[in-house]
């Protein structure tokens, strides 16, 4: 899955997003890791043949077809709206959680000093004479911590409202501190062996984009002699309605590794090539975006590749060389 803004403007740097983790990652950093170990690297074995090198892949990422609602790796990004939220609720839990430690020491103040008032008041005429001037320094200490209290319940209420300001703003999408861009999915079908691009379906509800839209896509794209379909880790992808449509269609069902786009580099490269070419171009709407689209895939279906078998042929050309054989 490919996301790019809702608008956009020529020469513009396209920012890197991913959607391979399960959620919209922006401008991801990368790690340092000192022997990455991931289950594609089965691939580099020349020996081994593709098939039995795609089901032992297959057999190595089944557990991922367990979809988990937990995020999972490393997400040094652009804070997203779901991000945000969630970071919100935990700084507002430690506010309130020191609210309520303040609240517990005004509440035993008070009590002390009802406690003194009552000594105060059972005292004889001469004892409160004699205690007149420590009753009077309480009572200026308490008037000081009672306007000090006030003051707090006025910090308070305006922290209240920025509070709820701030939910407003993120539910809406408006407001100044809302730093997120809107984004429109776009579903990458190519084929690994004529690196041919079947399709380009664009989904306006972006980083929302439900399963059974995508199904519906896939179930008018795939190709019926399809024996694996490669895909990310996105949720709309690890879904019972996917391993469904696995079943009805008899191909197996594979998960890319997460934050290893070597697993699924034809798709990754695609993406690459996608984006470097919409740099140039802008868009206000869906509209015009769907147009370019539109003219990219025959510029990128007939234009020569380099990676293909036979150096030189566009992937149109290399898939009627493949059905003449």
Same mark, same amino acid.
């Given at each position: 899955?490919?996301?790019?803004?809702?608008?956009?403007?020529?020469?513009?740097?396209?920012?890197?997003?991913?959607?391979?983790?399960?959620?919209?990652?922006?401008?991801?950093?990368?790690?340092?890791?000192?022997?990455?170990?991931?289950?594609?690297?089965?691939?580099?074995?020349?020996?081994?043949?593709?098939?039995?090198?795609?089901?032992?892949?297959?057999?190595?990422?089944?557990?991922?077809?367990?979809?988990?609602?937990?995020?999972?790796?490393?997400?040094?990004?652009?804070?997203?709206?779901?991000?945000?939220?969630?970071?919100?609720?935990?700084?507002?839990?430690?506010?309130?959680?020191?609210?309520?430690?303040?609240?517990?020491?005004?509440?035993?103040?008070?009590?002390?000093?009802?406690?003194?008032?009552?000594?105060?008041?059972?005292?004889?005429?001469?004892?409160?004479?004699?205690?007149?001037?420590?009753?009077?320094?309480?009572?200026?200490?308490?008037?000081?911590?009672?306007?000090? &209290?006030?003051?707090?319940?006025?910090? #308070?209420?305006?922290?209240?409202?920025?509070?709820?300001? +701030? $939910? %407003?703003?993120?539910? !809406?999408?408006?407001?100044?501190?809302?730093?997120?861009?809107?984004?429109?999915?776009?579903?990458?079908?190519?084929?690994?062996?004529?690196?041919?691009?079947?399709?380009?379906?664009?989904?306006?509800?972006?980083?929302?984009?439900?399963?059974?839209?995508?199904?519906?896509?896939?179930?008018?794209?795939?190709?019926?002699?399809?024996?694996?379909?490669?895909?990310?880790?996105?949720?709309?992808?690890?879904?019972?309605?996917?391993?469904?449509?696995?079943?009805?269609?008899?191909?197996?069902?594979?998960?890319?590794?997460?934050?290893?786009? &070597?697993?699924?580099?034809?798709?990754? #490269?695609?993406?690459?090539?996608?984006?470097?070419?919409? +740099? $140039? %171009?802008?868009?206000? !709407?869906?509209?015009?975006?769907?147009?370019?689209?539109?003219?990219?895939?025959?510029?990128?279906?007939?234009?020569?590749?380099?990676?293909?078998?036979?150096?030189?042929?566009?992937?149109?050309?290399?898939?009627?060389?493949?059905?003449?054989?």
């Amino acid at each position: 899955m490919c996301f790019v803004p809702e608008t956009h403007e020529a020469q513009e740097k396209l920012p890197a997003v991913s959607g391979s983790s399960g959620h919209l990652v922006i401008e991801r950093c990368s790690t340092d890791e000192e022997k990455p170990v991931w289950p594609g690297q089965v691939f580099a074995n020349t020996d081994l043949p593709f098939e039995a090198a795609m089901r032992a892949y297959a057999q190595t990422t089944e557990d991922r077809q367990v979809h988990s609602h937990t995020p999972q790796g490393p997400t040094n990004s652009l804070p997203t709206r779901w991000r945000k939220e969630w970071e919100g609720r935990a700084l507002r839990h430690e506010v309130l959680l020191q609210r309520k430690q303040e609240d517990a020491e005004w509440f035993a103040v008070r009590v002390v000093l009802r406690e003194a008032r009552k000594i105060y008041r059972n005292l004889s005429k001469k004892g409160r004479k004699e205690q007149m001037q420590s009753w009077q320094e309480k009572q200026a200490a308490w008037a000081v911590q009672r306007e000090q &209290q006030q003051t707090q319940k006025q910090t #308070r209420r305006l922290e209240n409202e920025a509070w709820h300001q +701030r $939910n %407003r703003a993120l539910r !809406t999408g408006t407001g100044v501190a809302e730093a997120e861009r809107s984004w429109i999915a776009i579903l990458v079908i190519t084929d690994n062996c004529t690196r041919q691009c079947a399709s380009l379906p664009i989904f306006p509800t972006g980083p929302k984009v439900t399963s059974q839209e995508v199904l519906d896509a896939l179930q008018i794209w795939l190709p019926a002699e399809l024996q694996f379909l490669i895909s990310d880790q996105g949720t709309h992808f690890k879904t019972k309605l996917m391993s469904q449509l696995a079943q009805e269609k008899g191909f197996i069902h594979v998960l890319a590794y997460r934050h290893r786009p &070597q697993s699924n580099g034809i798709a990754e #490269r695609f993406v690459l090539t996608f984006k470097q070419w919409l +740099r $140039n %171009r802008s868009w206000k !709407t869906i509209e015009e975006l769907q147009t370019w689209v539109s003219l990219f895939l025959p510029a990128y279906n007939n234009r020569p590749h380099q990676g293909l078998a036979i150096p030189g042929l566009s992937p149109n050309e290399f898939a009627k060389r493949i059905w003449l054989i």
